[in-house]
């Protein structure tokens, strides 16, 4: 478990690392609707890339966790693993509700609009 955790935070996966990789809305051009739309959808997927990587490394160290309380038992594991574990779990849970606030994420934020959702024919008339 400590092998996977430290290969993702030495890699680009990292969440922290992802927070680092904006672009700003200049870069997509100016004077036009679509580079500030390009420039939101980016910032979405990015702020979303962000919060999984975090879940996923916390969920890593949450399965170490659980491995030392079923070797040990819940009471066998000191209270600051056990409060870790709360901890990780409650901000999953949180970070999969659909009307969380955190990151602009929650299952609703990785669902595409659909064309009829934005008034766009999809390129078809």
Known sequence: MDELLTSL???PA????????KVTTDS???GFSAATDLHAAYEKVRARLEGLSRTFGETIEALGIRVEIAEKGYAGVDQ???DRFAEIQKRTEDFYK???AQDG???DAAKPKQPADTGDS???S
């Open 80 to 82: 600051e693993e056990r």
């Open 14 to 21: 990292e969440h922290k690392k992802i927070g680092e990789q």
């Open 105 to 107: 994420a929650g299952k």
């Open 28 to 30: 997509y051009g100016t």
């Open 9 to 11: 935070a030495e890699s």
């Open 122 to 124: 999809g390129g078809f």
């Open 98 to 100: 659909p009307d969380t």
